[in-house]
């Protein structure tokens, strides 16, 4: 396949630069494909998760168009908006906004619930070209006369899936319902649910459908294994592959907050750098946590898939899933987070007895056998073996290697 650059792409020079800077050298796909049809004015449906560069792949034409407009920032009437499901999503946009526009004359903000209002009142009185909202406190502003989005002529809807699923549709179509008719629009979605559909062709006016499929590039750049494991020998398990100094940046995927906080706490005492991140955190205690993890004091990092979504933290060597999840496209998401832009990462499972079936979802839909890791000690069974045990009792069975606590599993 033969790559464009950003130049043939039809950039201008302050965004060349800034991409040179960060040493960004070939399109990925979505930025290949949205770039020239958004530099355009068309609108664009993209079905992409975090990962495959699509906050460029918007930013980028975003600021290029702005430019060429030449408006200055308005109190309270940004040019462009940006949503986002959550607050960590809408501070990465940010980032991406200030790394792309470093050498542009743009005016940002990004406001979200759970912290005072103040600043972000100050900064929309200030006038800003581009506003990045969580839905709620958007529209919290908005009725308090803070924002006012009549002139503002490009809206792009970021994790729409993640939107809907978190309960923000009525807040969207309420903040929607005050912009232009006339606008340019974009709606990115991992997965693209009957809801979104209907979402998408209320918003967007004839849209260049765009697809790029990380499910399959992503996952086959990751080395996947999976230890069969009881549930109760998992920390021990985790302790044991953590004495490997290769596991130098680590996310862990809990399915509840309660085991995110156990298992930091356990590993903690191990004598390992850890910090669980969760809803149940402030969003303070958060950033901290994720600050402390992109800078390398803290080696894991124990998350929700909530917590986790839109994490962008490049260099993550390994993924552990903990426990597996109960969707299998979140197993796609959470080992997403060790690949970042077309970098490799493994990505290690624990499965106990009761998560066979959601292992068997996964390898449904990854249309892969994750290879299975034999040689730890850990209560490690042969699904095999396990199967033949419970179809038909054989006393005399010898085990491979003593048992380690997995009275609960086989037997
Ligand atoms: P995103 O999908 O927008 O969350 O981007 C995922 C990661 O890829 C971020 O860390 C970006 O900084 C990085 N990235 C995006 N586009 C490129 C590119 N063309 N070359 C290298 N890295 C990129």
């Known amino acids: 396949m033969t790559s464009l650059s950003f130049a043939a792409l039809g950039l201008a020079e302050p965004l060349l630069r800034a991409l040179a800077r960060e040493n960004y050298t070939t399109p990925t796909p979505i930025q290949e494909q949205a770039i020239p049809k958004l530099l355009e004015g068309g609108d664009i449906l993209g079905i992409a998760q975090t990962g495959t560069g699509k906050t460029a792949a918007f930013a980028l034409p975003i600021l290029q168009l702005l430019a060429a407009t030449g408006t200055k920032p308005r109190p309270r009437k940004p040019s462009v908006l940006v949503m986002a499901p959550t607050r960590e999503l809408a501070i990465q946009i940010g980032e991406g906004f200030k790394t792309y526009g470093q050498f542009m004359n743009m005016r940002y903000a990004v406001i979200f619930g759970g912290v005072g209002q103040s600043p972000q009142v100050t900064a929309l009185a200030k006038g800003l070209d581009v506003l990045i909202a969580t839905p709620g406190r958007l529209l919290d502003l908005m009725g308090q006369g803070h924002v006012k989005l009549d002139e503002t002529h490009t809206l792009v809807l970021d994790e729409a899936d993640r939107m809907l699923d978190m309960g923000f549709v009525r807040d969207v179509r309420k903040i929607i319902a005050t912009m232009p008719k006339k606008r340019q629009s974009l709606l990115f979605s991992a997965t693209m649910p009957n809801d979104v559909a209907k979402l998408s062709q209320e918003i967007l006016v004839k849209p260049t459908r765009i697809?790029?499929?990380?499910?399959?590039?992503?996952?086959?750049?990751?080395?996947?294994?999976?230890?069969?494991?009881?549930?109760?020998q998992k920390r021990a398990l985790l302790e044991n592959l953590l004495e490997d100094p290769a596991l130098a940046r680590v996310i862990v995927f809990t399915r509840t907050k309660h085991r995110a906080n156990r298992v930091a706490e356990h590993i903690g005492k191990a004598g390992v750098t850890a910090e669980?991140?969760?809803?149940?955190?402030s969003q303070n205690a958060r950033q901290r946590a994720l600050a402390a993890f992109r800078d390398g004091k803290v080696r894991v990092l124990v998350a929700t898939d909530i917590a986790a979504r839109g994490i962008d933290i490049d260099d993550v060597t390994h993924?552990?899933?903990?426990?597996?999840?109960?969707?299998?496209?979140?197993?796609?998401?959470?080992?997403?987070?060790?690949?970042?832009?077309?970098?490799?990462?493994?990505?290690?499972?624990?499965?106990?007895q009761e998560e066979r079936p959601y292992l068997r979802a996964i390898e449904q839909l990854t249309g892969g056998r994750l290879t299975v890791v034999n040689d730890h000690a850990y209560g490690a069974e042969n699904p095999a073996e396990v199967e033949s045990s419970k179809s038909k009792p054989a006393p005399q069975r010898r085990r491979r290697r003593p048992?380690?606590?997995?009275?609960?599993?086989?037997?």
């Not at 750049?221 to 109760?232: E, G, K, M, T, Y």
């Not at 969707?327 to 060790?338: A, F």
Request: aromatic share 6%; proline share 6%.
């Open 403 to 411: 048992s380690r606590g997995n009275t609960k599993q086989a037997a």
């Open 276 to 281: 669980a991140i969760h809803g149940n955190k």
């Open 211 to 232: 697809e790029v499929t990380p499910a399959a590039t992503t996952v086959e750049l990751i080395a996947q294994s999976v230890f069969h494991v009881p549930a109760s």
């Open 319 to 352: 993924v552990v899933n903990f426990e597996l999840p109960n969707e299998p496209e979140s197993y796609v998401h959470r080992i997403g987070r060790t690949a970042r832009a077309g970098a490799s990462g493994i990505a290690l499972s624990f499965c106990d």
